[in-house]
């Protein structure tokens, strides 16, 4: 990796997350001599983003802090299509009543990252739909297509996969490309945008938007993606056993977000810390040398600095203290997560596989059952070894809760209601 000039690419390599730029030193040079305006598209494929878009949101918000121009661009007409990129099928296709609901809750996702506004470094916040839903197809085929080459877009590897597998690519799909292409462009003419980041899998179609550029504008447009992220034993980021890490505290309690990150692999903790908090290097190393029992501590502080900078450092700090109640002093905290059951019908009895089921613990019977079979259940802190037993009333604590436990991190509280 080159040694940058530019506070922000020194930054982005500093900290790990860059894995391919299109011009190292045009780059460079670029954020060294003037306020560069860079963008990032969302598609609105849930009311959330998720944890795996917080490397895309953290590298806004570096740009910001480094004095430059960040630009979230919403995808409400890229989103009536889906990207196809590495994806094995064709995605749901979404209503616009869908989409608009959706992006309705995407943006407040950025909030806690961006300052807003209308400043020169403040960030702005681009619905493609205003552009894309105005388009004339048989103009846009003359003035757009006419500069891309289906032979050049089969060989990306975001198509050549899906074609290899012998898997279906809709001509619908297939227009993703160009469109988000045309967004680089209309960005560029409209907010004086230079620069599309994104993950590696977007490599093929930041670079058609920058030979986009070139073929209609006549301008030198840039790329940068991150890496891939997994973790050390493959997991998909953004995901948990019990589904998706959403960013929404509406969708994911910020305990049940902070305990994501406090169930990091050891050998990922240092590379969290410079990718998702903003704490200083120094300190970063700092954590990376404590070994033994003491990463844990820094997967504590890991977890508290993530929760605190999106859900704020009130929630954190009360997550963490949660935590330490449950499982340093085995109190039952009345901040954990808590689920509603029908007070009739604990009273005639639920049973536990439904319970687990229902509290989100697990996703079939089936799979309850194999936790029970596994020694992985507990009720009120018990070992559950039977699973046609019945819960009822009866299993109430003074605090008129139930608490539903799997493993020695997932905690559910049980309220008749």
């Not at 279906?168 to 907010?191: G, T």
């Not at 019990?242 to 590379?271: C, I």
């Not at 903003?278 to 404590?290: G, K, N, S």
């Not at 509290?359 to 596994?374: D, F, K, T, W």
Request: charged residues 25%.
């Amino acid at each position: 990796m080159p040694a940058f000039k530019s506070d922000f690419l020194r930054t982005m390599s500093e900290r790990g997350f860059i894995h391919q730029t299109s011009d190292d030193a045009g780059l460079d040079q670029l954020f060294a001599k003037e306020t560069v305006t860079a963008y990032i598209g969302f598609d609105a494929t849930a009311r959330s983003l998720h944890a795996g878009s917080l490397i895309q949101i953290m590298m806004l918000h570096w740009l910001q802090q480094t004095g430059h121009r960040p630009i979230a661009l919403m995808g409400g007409g890229t989103s009536m299509i889906g990207d196809p990129s590495f994806k094995d099928e064709a995605r749901k296709l979404l209503t616009p009543q869908d989409i608009d609901g959706n992006l309705a809750g995407i943006r407040r996702n950025f909030m806690p990252y961006l300052k807003f506004g209308s400043g020169p470094n403040d960030a702005v916040m681009v619905n493609n739909a205003d552009w894309l839903m105005e388009i004339n197809y048989v103009n846009f085929l003359r003035d757009v297509g006419r500069h891309f080459s289906v032979n050049r877009m089969l060989a990306f590897d975001s198509v050549k996969l899906r074609l290899d597998r012998e898997q279906s690519l809709s001509f619908l799909e297939f227009n993703y490309m160009i469109l988000q292409a045309y967004d680089f462009v209309e960005l560029y003419k409209r907010l004086g945008c230079r620069l599309q980041m994104g993950g590696s899998d977007q490599w093929g179609n930041i670079i058609n938007g920058i030979d986009l550029g070139r073929r209609m504008e006549d301008a030198q447009l840039y790329a940068l993606t991150t890496p891939l992220l997994t973790t050390s034993s493959g997991a998909k980021m953004g995901k948990s056993a019990s589904g998706a890490v959403w960013l929404d505290p509406q969708m994911l309690s910020p305990y049940e977000f902070w305990q994501y990150w406090r169930n990091t692999e050891d050998a990922d903790v240092a590379r969290f810390l410079k990718l998702y908090t903003t704490l200083p290097l120094d300190e970063v190393a700092r954590l990376e040398r404590l070994g033994g029992s003491e990463i844990n501590e820094a997967k504590k502080i890991l977890a508290t600095e993530i929760t605190a900078h999106l859900h704020g450092r009130a929630a954190a700090e009360q997550a963490s203290e949660t935590a330490r109640k449950t499982f340093e002093e085995g109190a039952l905290a009345d901040t954990l997560p808590a689920v509603e059951a029908d007070k009739a019908a604990l009273e005639a009895g639920v049973g536990i596989l439904s319970l687990l089921v229902s509290a989100g613990l697990a996703s079939s019977n089936g799979e309850a059952r194999r936790h029970i079979q596994g020694g992985a259940v507990r009720l009120n802190d018990q070992a559950v070894s039977d699973d046609r037993r019945l819960v009822t009333l009866q299993d109430l604590s003074p605090e008129n809760v139930i608490k539903l436990s799997l493993g020695r991190k997932k905690h559910i509280l049980v309220r008749p209601a």
